[in-house]
């Protein structure tokens, strides 16, 4: 599938609102559709207000990213071999062996490449550029040649994000 998935694997659209308006879909239509209108209002006052009181106790990700970055950030705890060509490329090697064809085990060897002007990246083993976020031999690597692994994680999942994507003023008023 194109794009990114940051991690995240979500049911399609008409399925995740089928079941958050499971009340409201026997509803008679002009009632349904002002149900669903203060539904949605609601939603969006609560997430504005999580988004604001974690701000202000200093967090930088939401909490459903901050488990994805957990098991993300997991992978480091592997002892990986990293070779460096320069701090914008190297090959990490698995401390794990593993089977690559039936009977026939090698530790795998990967190649991290960093773009420092867009802080973004790739691996050879398409996490990275999958999810947007560094996959653990891209924070191998980092943490090698001394980069910031949260200053590679894009915008769009910081908790500023969630603020304004539901802050009617900033985003205009969607409903
Ligand atoms: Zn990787």
């Known amino acids: 599938m194109a794009g990114r998935h940051y991690g995240f694997?979500?049911?399609?659209?008409?399925?995740?609102?089928?079941?958050?308006?499971?009340?409201?879909?026997?509803?008679?239509?002009v009632v349904m559709l002002d149900a669903i209108l203060h539904r949605v209002m609601d939603r969006r006052f609560e997430r504005l207000q999580v988004a604001n009181k974690l701000i202000a106790a200093g967090q930088q990700f939401p909490p459903s990213m901050l488990k994805v970055l957990a098991t993300f950030e997991f992978h480091t705890a592997r002892n990986n071999q990293v070779e460096r060509s320069s701090i914008r490329e190297g090959?990490?090697?698995?401390?794990?062996?593993?089977?690559?064809?039936?009977?026939?085990?090698?530790?795998?060897?990967?190649?991290?490449?960093?773009d420092y002007t867009n802080m973004t990246g790739s691996c050879t083993c398409g996490r990275f550029q999958e999810n947007g976020i560094p996959c653990g031999h891209a924070l191998a690597f980092m943490t090698h040649v001394g980069a910031v692994p949260y200053a590679f994680i894009p915008a769009i999942l910081k908790?500023?994000?969630?603020?304004?994507?539901?802050?009617d003023e900033e985003a205009g008023t969607l409903m």
Do not use: C, H, Q, W
Not at 92 to 110: K, P, Q, S
């Open 159 to 167: 908790l500023t994000a969630m603020r304004d994507s539901y802050n």
């Open 91 to 114: 090959k990490v090697t698995e401390d794990a062996l593993v089977e690559v064809t039936f009977g026939r085990m090698e530790r795998r060897e990967r190649t991290v490449l960093l």
């Open 9 to 29: 694997r979500t049911s399609n659209i008409v399925e995740s609102l089928n079941s958050l308006f499971l009340e409201e879909r026997e509803m008679p239509i």
